[in-house]
């Protein structure tokens, strides 16, 4: 299994930026997604998470209301639309595969993408 993730970059204190991730070599509606990120000096710790259907997400509570986690099974591809970002969402963003919607345990991983938020 491949996951390619993309879309990160710089970005100003409350812009936007819409993370990809991309996968492959497996048929990707057998998995729940995840989106993870983690900081300098910090633990990595999941900012969203989507079931295998698309109908079910969570989220941590410090992106509530300003991330938003969705999924194209026909592209193989999930996303994070991420609004109003401030120079604490500054981290490394990580997509990644499990096979259970909510487990502590994801398999697959992606190279993951660098946010950069100035304030």
């Known amino acids: 299994v491949q996951l390619q993730a993309s879309g990160g970059g710089l970005v100003q204190a409350g812009g936007s930026a819409r993370l990809s991730c991309v996968l492959s070599?497996?048929?990707?509606?057998?998995?729940?997604m995840g989106w993870f990120r983690q900081a300098p000096g910090k633990e990595r710790e999941l900012v969203a998470a989507?079931?295998?259907?698309?109908?079910?997400?969570n989220y941590a509570d410090s992106v509530k209301g300003r991330f938003t986690i969705s999924r194209d099974n026909a592209r193989s591809a999930v996303y994070l639309q991420m609004n109003g970002l401030k120079p604490d969402d500054t981290a490394v963003y990580y997509c990644?595969?499990?096979?259970?919607?909510?487990?502590?345990?994801?398999?697959?991983w992606g190279q993951g993408t660098q946010v950069t938020v100035s304030s």
């Open positions: 990644a595969a499990t096979n259970s919607y909510l487990a502590r345990e994801y398999a697959f």
């Open positions: 070599g497996r048929t990707f509606i057998f998995y729940a």
């Open positions: 989507i079931n295998k259907s698309g109908d079910r997400k």
